[in-house]
């Protein structure tokens, strides 16, 4: 909910301060020590200033947050309060002894739970997003993984490919276990995928409501974007170069190395070798088919990441020339490169701004 503080937060606390004579003390009020106490959005320094208070304001005090306390205060109308952060030093318990910083006003219960700021829950919820996405991935590299070991590992061959009936049954109970423990194995990281994008879901969906409602709060620095943004960059290219390494050498692999050639019956002695043969390449191809998809997936993840992050940086770097484009205070009047004329040509008078750098 984006909100004009200064619309609703002053006029809310003038009326505080004005009510505060006659509203019975409580224990949980802390009234404004000092005229210009600033109300701050997040419990820091360099937080944005929501409001400016007189002394005498009266507010609900309803957590605490190092040296800051965080209070209640009235929102537009119809709406939720808002929460905010004074100076504990600048505010005391109404009808009781002013508290150091970081303890609880008297007569209020210990050991209660600090209300983080903005940007503290916006980083909270980006944690949950990245945290959400490594399960995803995780689960998906669970059931992957079983499902291409049963292929490959556990592959069960032609009844003529074994010498006796024996070692045929004990192939059947190895793929069967396989396959048990395959199925438990896509159970758990199917459920890993889906635990993974809830909490990415949830991530997405808190840190959008507060760059919407807070933006100036929730928007990092320019250094700390382009750092992100080469970081990211970096990092995109790093998996399309392996995603193309994984493709390729599983391609290459399977063509170009002897062992995993396409067979000739002429070239083996009895159809048992032949078939082996046969079947060695037929997983070599398996396990190439999901080691290139694998690559494949791994590079265009990478690719898009490269490109998107290019992009970003182009946009930062376009801001911050934007941004230097200011003329310095200090500069003299006569020197600004903003300059208004007025000139007449024929039967028109023209008037504008003329601008030198």
Partial sequence: ?????????????????????????SAQQVEVVADGTQLMLDPSASSPVMATLAAGTVLEWIGESGPYYAVSVPGPPGQENLVGYVLASEVEVVGMPPSTPGDPPPGLPSGGVPIPGVAQQHAAAKGMREAGLRRAVQGAAVAATAQVSVSIAFDLEDRESYQTEAEYQAAVDRRTTAETVRNVALIGGGALVAYGIGRYVFGWRKMAELER????????????????????????????????ILAGASYLTIEYVPYFAEPAAEDFEDASEFQSALNRRGKAKTARNWIAGTGGVLGAWGLAQWILSAQKIG???EISRMTALSVPLERPLSESPAKLYLARVGTRTHLGVSWSW
Wanted: zero cysteines; hydrophobic letters at 50%.
């Fill in 315 to 317: 946009e930062i770097e």
């Fill in 213 to 244: 409602e807070f933006p100036e709060a929730t928007t990092p620095p320019l250094e700390r974007q382009l750092a992100e943004a080469t970081l990211n960059r970096t990092l995109g290219k790093r998996k399309f170069v392996w995603g193309a």
């Fill in 1 to 25: 909910m984006k909100v004009n503080a200064e619309k609703f937060l002053l006029p809310a606390a003038i009326l505080l301060a004005a009510a505060a004579a006659s509203a019975p003390a």
